[in-house]
């Protein structure tokens, strides 16, 4: 991996160590460029003409496919959405859940799934058992602790794939496999892991599972993608609907949805433009490979806990075990609160990290394009601090 000609492209790492990637990626150069050449596309020729509308739904079928390659999936269990919370609200809100229905999460989620399985959980009377999780918990803990949340009303398990705060890893394909074992439906926020590790849906056990384009992929806001395992499309309702969804012509008197299809949840219009660099992020993360990308991203992590541990009064809160790991690590200082890390670290050395709770903590997201320089100048800004 050339990661200097790779960071020649994205302008931000000229001036900044930039990691957060976890929240937004920072954007290629020829990401934003095919964003740029179809708002001057629409600007010029006017967003209607047919030869706009047409390379419009061009590029939309392909950001389609790059959604289906990125989750190894087939094109008709992929739909383009908006972002991540959008997708497992699809899913959450198509079911047909009745009272007395269980759902499982863990107390280290993001407000993404907390918030759309309470939701539901309100509405229709079922119940979400909250799994309670340490963040030094190891894999066979947090099976163990699942396995027992689960009762004979378990419908669903719903968590992240990698856990926003530590950049834990979860042991998804077992989980899987207790999910299968019992007939119980699993759902997976992948909103840190499209871009960032190899994703498998064909081989996997997983009947749902949403990404977002702007953060690991290195995209813009307002794009994702959204997988629906093919045998549970049809038990998945469209909550949400709009005229894309209707055979033509469209008839009041004869209402005709589209077939059982991914587009029977497409609403209204969505951004080209936003889809067009949608589209170039996949391609220029596909172009370096997600396995080298996967590798480079824990080679940084490992890097940077095993040299932050080091430093007196820091406390590391992401796992050790590499296969636990991503590039997301996390820590804290003795006697700093996470938010003034995090605003030292920038004053000081132009660092872009945030703070994170549950654990308490700093969390710095590192990508391929980071490096081990960039490490050290984390590590020794910490080091001032502490
Ligand atoms: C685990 C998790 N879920 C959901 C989200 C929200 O993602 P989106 O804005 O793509 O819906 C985030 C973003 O920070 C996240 O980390």
Redesign the pocket.
């Known amino acids: 991996m050339d990661v200097e000609k790779i960071r020649s492209q994205i302008p931000v790492l000229g001036h900044t160590a930039y990691m957060n990637t976890?929240?937004?990626g920072p954007p290629p150069r020829r990401v934003a460029q095919a964003m740029k050449d179809r708002i001057d596309l629409e600007l010029e020729q006017g967003p209607i003409m047919p030869e706009v509308l047409e390379a419009g739904r061009e590029i939309q079928a392909q950001a389609r496919e790059a959604a289906a390659r990125i989750l190894n999936a087939t094109v008709d269990e992929v739909l383009v959405t908006?972002?991540?919370?959008?997708?497992?609200n699809i899913v959450l809100s198509g079911l047909d859940w009745k009272q007395g229905d269980e759902i499982i999460i863990c107390d280290m989620?993001?407000?993404?799934?907390i918030a759309s399985a309470q939701l539901i959980g309100q509405r229709y009377g079922v119940v979400v058992k909250v799994v309670d999780l340490d963040y030094r918990d190891s894999s066979e803990t947090i099976l163990t602790k699942i396995e027992s949340a689960f009762t004979s009303k378990t419908r669903m398990v719903f968590i992240?794939h990698?856990?926003?705060t530590t950049g834990r890893r979860m042991p998804a394909e077992e989980i899987a496999q207790l999910t299968k074992d019992r007939g119980v439906l699993f759902m997976l926020?992948?909103?840190?892991t499209g871009g960032h590790i190899a994703l498998d849906m064909a081989r996997s056990g997983f009947d749902f599972y949403?990404?977002?384009?702007?953060?690991w992929l290195l995209g813009y806001?307002g794009s994702?993608a959204l997988f629906i395992r093919r045998e549970h499309l049809e038990r998945v309702h469209p909550a949400h609907t709009g005229g894309r969804a209707v055979v033509r012509p469209v008839d009041a008197h004869n209402f005709r949805p589209v077939p059982d299809t991914m587009e029977k949840f497409l609403g209204g219009s969505a951004s080209v433009p936003v889809q067009a660099a949608f589209l170039e992020a996949t391609k220029f993360i596909e172009e370096i490979g997600i396995h080298n990308i996967e590798e480079r991203n824990l080679d940084l992590a490992d890097s940077a806990k095993a040299k932050l541990s080091e430093i007196p009064g820091v406390t590391v809160l992401s796992p050790s075990e590499r296969r636990d790991s991503s590039g997301l690590v996390s820590f804290s200082v003795a006697g700093q609160t996470p938010v003034s890390v995090v605003e030292r670290l920038w004053e000081n050395h132009r660092i872009v990290v945030r703070q994170v709770n549950h654990p308490e903590g700093v969390r710095a997201s590192l990508h391929f394009f980071n490096t081990e320089q960039e490490v050290d100048l984390l590590v020794g800004g910490t080091r001032e601090l502490a």
């Open positions: 976890g929240w937004s908006r972002n991540t919370t959008e997708g497992l989620e993001h407000g993404s799934v992240s990698i856990l926003y926020d992948g909103a840190q949403s990404i977002p384009g702007q953060k806001e994702g």
